[in-house]
């Protein structure tokens, strides 16, 4: 493993690490909708195809539900298939795949066939594409046994775990925040891996502690800059694994802090944030100064008009908000 | 229907209260645990909770004055319910002159927040509080809505270590440690103060401070609290020592144990049986069709004890004179615990009769016996006791003879322990006994046969059939 880094964008991290391991292992293939010829919608698969050939990476019809079956199939042969579903809105069409195949057969099996597949898929809102092309459905698979669900918020982050679920051999919906694939960061050289089921502490606290996952990291570090102005210390942590949770650092810092706030960007309700809340509560209870507060999407179809579709989507005000009110 | 609510009797001499004011009013609907009013008593002023539900309706107030314990001073009425009408003859009261009219009844309008029993308050809050050991609700929140939160009790706990008034001469000798100094910094102690507090340590630890933080908001604490000069709990509701006639029962249960401590040579005995087939005896005869009436331990252990008593006589005798007696029928007391004492209904002829017999039997002398309704004839004349304080979670003890017999044994309880089984653990339900003889009649070595004999049948219930 080296220790050279580069500073690149979460994009060329994720191409990067497709790259690497595809070279590393040639049964690594990957599929989805425009992944080969355009690169990807993105442009996150960008060279691929010109470098591993048809045979490696191949474009499929729009049949998302086909797409992931494929990968089942290919990863239950003995192949290391990686699709990609261009947005997670439309894994709704797969999840029969992805949730009663992928995640069932190791177990119906008896462990006789594993599933070694990731589904990468784009989530979030912000790109103005309107209530079918914005969700973040992380919970829809979080609530399944027998998959991981992983969410990067780095390049670092994005190459290192992406590398570990392609050798991981349990199904990985890998989920990337379509409005990061911009964001800079340094990128590992060479064979960079992170565990999966690793929490990252991004900013040591000592008032309250703001557990954030993927998109919400952002306006997270932007607030807790605002907050240590008015001299308000707040610790920010990224689960980066939402399934398995790495749930004892959470709890630690629930303990230490004693106000705990929780944003994902999926849906507030039944989401992330209440399970992360929940757990905390469970662990915590006697530590914690204040109910833990949660901040997700607002819980309505994502408008079309930017205007409004803004104000669905939490913000770095809303949190510095929250902090001072649990803190008042 | 109205329930009375009465002039408590908050301390053990307190007959008088006086009540300082109503926290809720007439008409007011209250539940149980909401504090109703505040009552002065020769010791202190105390809330007192409701422990009915429903619309209040006063009847004595501040200004009735010293009211004795056990007075009606409101009810608690049904939802809808007209107001008791009261009147002078339903009030024990040395006061008499009461309002005849009936009571107005005014619908209240909602709780009062001041009143509500829990106050808001962080689990932190709370917790830190315990580890202080300071009382969480006598901080002041400052939180939302007056929330108490970890900071107001830290607060408050700093304020009761201020209020000591710690300041001495300087001492300069003692060393902190870095986290010793962080914690008496957050709290305002000075060297001064920790070497008073701390007397005898020149090197001083965080433990050592919070040792003494706790100690001090401990004194603090109890000087403030309403409840620090309550009256210890006492045994009896007693002013001054009572003195009562022993009953009869007692009477003769003194004598006859007195007689055997001072006639007798008693020496206890004591051994762990393994009743795990005994117990599995009963529950096969407990779930038998055939079987209508399943034996009782009781029943059991004193079938089994007559036949080895049958084996070992000499257990079965009584010294009378100069001469040992040995009895020709086994008959077993058991000893009963009723209302008024001890007393030890006999079962005769035990080792002749079935175990049917002896469950039919038992269960109506037993149950005669408890109720105090045994006769004379059947509470004498046995030749062995069985005492059984299992019930009791006694495992071993030491039972004392009833003359003129020769031996007693006690039975204990019944235990699942862990307990070694062809050199493995295992989960077995174990049970002590404990056998006190008469040392003039029997040596130790024969009285251990005898009690391995009935460990030995309690063990093997097969052995019975032989």
Avoid at chain 1, 87 to 114: E, H, R, W
Avoid at chain 1, 291 to 311: C, H, N, Q, T, Y
Avoid at chain 2, 284 to 296: G, I, N, R
Avoid at chain 2, 315 to 334: D, R
Wanted: include cysteine.
């Amino acid at each position: 493993m080296s220790t050279l880094e580069r500073i690149g964008t979460i994009r060329e991290a994720i191409n990067e690490a497709l790259h690497e391991e595809m070279q590393r292992d040639p049964t690594v293939i990957l599929m989805g909708e425009d992944v080969g010829l355009a690169g990807g919608v993105f442009k996150v698969t960008d060279g691929l195809l010109k470098a591993f050939g048809p045979e490696r990476v191949f474009d499929t019809p729009i049949a998302e539900a086909g797409i992931v079956g494929l990968a089942v199939g290919a990863a239950m042969t003995g192949l290391r298939p990686i699709a990609e579903i261009m947005f997670c809105d439309f894994t709704t069409l797969a999840s029969d795949q992805i949730v009663n195949q992928a995640a069932k057969l190791p177990y119906m099996t008896a462990g006789q066939t594993k599933v070694p597949m990731v589904v990468r898929t784009a989530m979030g809102a912000g790109r103005r594409a309107a209530a079918q092309h914005s969700q973040s459905l992380q919970a829809w698979y979080c609530h399944i046994p027998g998959l991981k669900v992983v969410m990067p918020s780095t390049p670092a982050d994005a190459k290192g775990l992406l590398i570990s679920a392609i050798r991981d051999d349990s199904p990985v919906v890998f989920m990337e925040d379509k409005m990061m694939y911009n964001q800079k960061g340094p990128i590992p050289n060479g064979d960079y891996t992170i565990p999966l089921g690793k929490v990252r502490v991004h900013r040591e606290g000592r008032h309250a502690v703001v557990i954030c996952t993927s998109s919400m990291l952002y306006p997270t570090l932007e607030a807790a800059e605002t907050l240590s102005k008015a001299g308000i210390e707040v610790m920010v942590i990224d689960p980066r694994t939402l399934s398995p949770l790495d749930t004892e650092p959470l709890i630690q810092a629930a303990k230490e802090m004693g106000h705990v706030l929780i944003v994902d960007e999926g849906y507030r309700s039944f989401g992330v944030t209440a399970e992360i809340a929940a757990r905390i509560q469970e662990d915590a209870f006697d530590y914690l100064d204040e109910p833990v507060r949660r901040l997700g999407a607002l819980d309505v179809p994502v408008p079309f008009a930017p205007s409004l579709e803004d104000l669905t989507i939490p913000n770095a005000a809303q949190i510095v908000e929250l902090v001072k009110e649990m803190l008042a | 229907m109205a329930h009375e609510i009465v002039m408590p009797q908050l301390s053990l001499s307190m007959d008088k209260g006086q009540i300082v004011n109503w926290l809720k009013q007439t008409g007011d609907k209250i539940h149980t645990g909401d504090i109703l009013l505040e009552v002065e008593s020769d010791k202190a002023t105390v809330e007192v909770e409701s422990v009915e539900s429903g619309i209040l309706q006063i009847v004595m107030g501040p200004a009735d004055g010293e009211i004795p314990v056990g007075s009606v001073i409101a009810y608690a009425l049904a939802e809808a319910e007209a107001p008791v009408v009261v009147s002078s003859t339903v009030l024990p009261s040395t006061k008499t002159v009461v309002d005849s009219e009936p009571v107005q009844i005014t619908p209240s309008s909602g709780g009062n927040s001041q009143q509500l029993r829990r106050l808001p308050s962080s689990p932190a809050a709370r917790r830190k509080a315990a580890e202080l050991q300071i009382d969480w609700q006598q901080a002041t929140g400052t939180g939302r809505d007056g929330r108490i939160k970890e900071r107001d009790v830290l607060r408050f706990a700093q304020e009761l270590v201020e209020s000591a008034s710690l300041k001495i001469a300087s001492s300069d000798s003692i060393q902190l440690t870095p986290v010793a100094k962080r914690i008496a910094d957050n709290f305002g102690l000075d060297n001064a103060s920790l070497a008073k507090l701390i007397p005898g340590k020149t090197k001083i630890e965080g433990d050592d401070v919070e040792a003494a933080i706790r100690k001090l908001v401990g004194e603090r604490q109890a000087l403030s609290s309403p409840l620090a000069s309550l009256a210890p709990i006492r045994p009896a509701a007693l002013a001054a020592p009572r003195h009562e006639a022993m009953g009869a029962v007692r009477k003769r249960i003194a004598e006859r144990m007195m007689q055997s401590a001072r006639t007798y040579a008693p020496v206890t005995l004591t051994t762990e049986i393994d009743a795990s087939e005994l117990v599995c005896l009963r529950e096969a005869l407990k779930s038998d069709p055939h079987v209508t009436a399943a034996p009782s331990y009781n029943v059991l252990i004193t079938k089994m004890v007559a036949k080895a008593l049958c084996e070992y006589p000499v257990l079965n005798a009584s010294l009378e004179g100069g001469e040992v007696v040995y009895w020709p029928t086994v008959n077993i007391g058991l000893a009963v615990d009723t209302q008024r004492g001890l007393v030890v209904p006999v079962v005769r002829d035990v080792a002749v009769k079935s175990v049917n017999e002896l469950t039919r039997e038992m269960e109506d002398l037993l149950s005669r016996a408890a109720q105090g309704e045994a006769t004379g004839d059947e509470l004498t004349g046995g030749t062995f006791t069985i005492t059984n304080l299992g019930v009791q979670d006694i495992d071993a003890f030491t039972p004392i003879i009833n003359p003129p017999e020769c031996a007693v044994l006690g039975v204990g309880r019944l235990r699942k322990r862990m307990a070694v089984v062809n050199d493995q653990p295992a989960v077995r339900t174990m049970l002590v006994l404990s056998l006190t003889f008469d040392h003039r009649l029997v040596d130790g070595a024969p009285a251990a046969r005898f009690l391995q004999r009935v460990k030995e049948l309690l063990e093997k219930p097969y052995l019975w059939s032989l």
